[in-house]
């Protein structure tokens, strides 16, 4: 079962983070970045938080599951979802113990005004 939109929509709300908080639709599901950290995966309808001290430390108990199969333990957050201070904490708590990602490698450019040609056989 594939994730709505409108779930998605609402963690992002719930999370009371204004334009820090985005998502990006990946293979019918969604991974959420807070000030461009991927933070989160929203999978089958469930919110699956990266799992770090700094959030087990604002969430207490947690329930660790895979997100989709092979994947590594993540928290599932289930009623914590509907608690704006908490969700907004420990998506903070998460983003701050994550490290910023690596850049992306540039991609080769084109030698400009020269054209190889291939020699005939």
């Given at each position: 079962?594939?994730?709505?939109?409108?779930?998605?929509?609402?963690?992002?709300?719930?999370?009371?983070?204004?334009?820090?908080?985005?998502?990006?639709?990946?293979?019918?599901?969604?991974?959420?970045?807070?000030?461009?950290?991927?933070?989160?995966?929203?999978?089958?309808?469930?919110?699956?938080?990266?799992p770090t001290a700094e959030g087990k430390a604002v969430l207490g108990t947690v329930s660790e599951h895979p997100p989709y199969?092979?994947?590594?333990?993540?928290f599932r957050l289930g009623d914590e979802i509907d608690d704006q201070h908490l969700l907004q904490r420990v998506f903070q708590?998460?983003?701050?113990?994550?490290?910023?990602?690596?850049?992306?490698?540039?991609?080769?450019?084109?030698?400009?005004?020269?054209?190889?040609?291939?020699?005939?056989?």
């Open positions: 079962m594939a994730t709505d939109q409108s779930f998605v929509d609402y963690i992002c709300e719930q999370s009371n983070l204004g334009g820090r908080i985005s998502h990006k639709k990946m293979f019918g599901e969604y991974a959420l970045y807070l000030d461009g950290k991927v933070i989160a995966f929203v999978c089958d309808n469930h919110l699956f938080v990266k199969p092979g994947a590594k333990m993540y708590a998460t983003a701050d113990a994550l490290p910023l990602p690596k850049p992306k490698a540039p991609k080769p450019k084109a030698a400009k005004g020269k054209t190889i040609k291939a020699k005939a056989p």
